[in-house]
């Protein structure tokens, strides 16, 4: 075995403590790795599953150099044209204050909020407090003369009452530059634990107002997170990086995370097997089969996942008690990673032009066909859910690990990153605003930007994989 495969197999059996046995090692040292055939060489189950593994591992990390055939058919990923700068709100020219909120503790939380909310959003830019007019910040009224004159556009007021469980938080939202008066006005009421809440679903309306499109900020981040060898729990969090917490079991591997109407999908990794499980079955497996069963969905009322059930990797659906299984792909490559599509087309992963791309395929598995003919390894694709958008986020090798969106319509690739580290699996925000995704450098997080890669900010720090985003609540 070459010496980048050996040190794949050394990576698989040491993260996930499956060890074959010497003489069953040796075997693979004549068997192409992408090739399932080498289940057959293996007795043990243990074996057997690694084998499983080694092939999809080695056919995602270590094949992305195109054939003499890919070369001469496929133009590479383009590049970015100028460097990206961390913290760039060029794409905005909405001119927003946001004043500290009037009150007591809880009242920099809102704050903290409201504005990072609009950070991160990219449709405005936001004022710097050294700016704002030292005389109007003490009421929720506002002198609008007053902003106007420092070229302002747009603020937002706050004001917290009470304590404990009994605060009401009265935000309002003037277009000082268009009109007197308030054009959004909420007061909300409950415990200090529903600030943070109460400051998204303001931030949400106050893009209404400005782009007719309400914001995304109540929404949810979920991913995979490695914990050391043998351990990988499943996270969820607020997509600003608050409220971190783990979804699956405190103890060996889950994996592959999706929302679902009733709970979250993830994948569960043993010994002997991976079945698909949810957050609701307390553990108990939904699909399961020898070999592997991971990375399901949940879209057209039914679940989409791979399996090896019948030897090859495979897209399946199936009903969501796990019964009714259609295979939908039947192909001698290996074919992975099904994603749902606005309006319930499938894509997914496939080896069968020679190299990993992304393919598009009806729910029913017909009308299978490529849509990446930019550069030779291209995975991990995520759909704008807006319908009206026809975007679709992929993870592309270009030398190293880099987001891309392709634009389904148009045919036109657009970089998010250069330049930055291994950066992997991205998502949608619902209203497809924003895009997070994982990145290694300074020491690896999620980051969250616009859709033209500009306003690249970290949310959370540490390690994370298959990033998916929340629906709307």
Known sequence: ????????????????????????????????????????????????LFGVLFALTA?????????????????????RPVAIEVDMQERAHYRLAIPSVIGGEGASTVTDVLRNDMKLGGEVLLVAPADFPDSDLRSLQIKRGLWTDRGIQGVIKGELKGSGNQLTLEL?????????????????????????????????????????????????????????????????????????????????????PAWGARGIWFSRLTDLAMFITNSAEEGRAVLESEGLNMGAVECNGRLYFTSTRDGNSEIYSSSLRGDNIQRLTHHPAIDVSPTCGPHGEIAFVSSRHGSPQIFLMNGDGSNQRRITYRGSHNQTPAFCPDPAQSLIAF???????????????TKVYTRLTQGQGANKDPTFSPDCRMIAFHSS???????????????QHRVLSGHAETLRWSPRR
């Open 172 to 256: 309002r939202f003037y277009e000082v530059g268009k009109k007197e008066g308030e054009s959004l006005k909420e007061v909300y009421r409950g415990p200090a634990s529903g600030l943070r809440d109460f400051a998204h679903r303001f931030s949400n309306e106050v893009l209404r107002v400005i782009t007719g499109t309400p914001g995304a900020f109540d929404t949810e981040l979920l991913f995979a997170r490695r914990l050391g060898p043998g351990r990988k729990d499943v996270m969820r969090m607020d997509y600003d990086g608050a409220r971190l917490r783990r979804v699956s079991p405190n103890h060996g591997i889950s994996l592959l």
């Open 59 to 79: 056919f995602f990390l270590l094949e992305g150099a195109p054939t003499h055939a890919d070369q001469s058919r496929d133009e590479p990923l383009p590049a």
């Open 395 to 409: 993870t592309g090798r270009d030398g190293g690990l880099d987001i891309f969106t392709l634009d389904l319509k």
């Open 1 to 48: 075995m070459n010496s980048p495969l050996r040190a794949c197999s050394r990576i698989i059996a040491d993260r996930l403590h499956i060890e074959p046995r010497r003489d069953e090692l040796h075997r693979m040292d004549t068997v192409h790795s992408r090739s399932l055939l080498l289940l057959r060489r293996f007795t043990s189950p243990s074996a057997r």
């Open 441 to 455: 450098r300074g020491g690896g997080g999620i980051y969250v930007t616009n859709q033209d890669g500009l306003n």
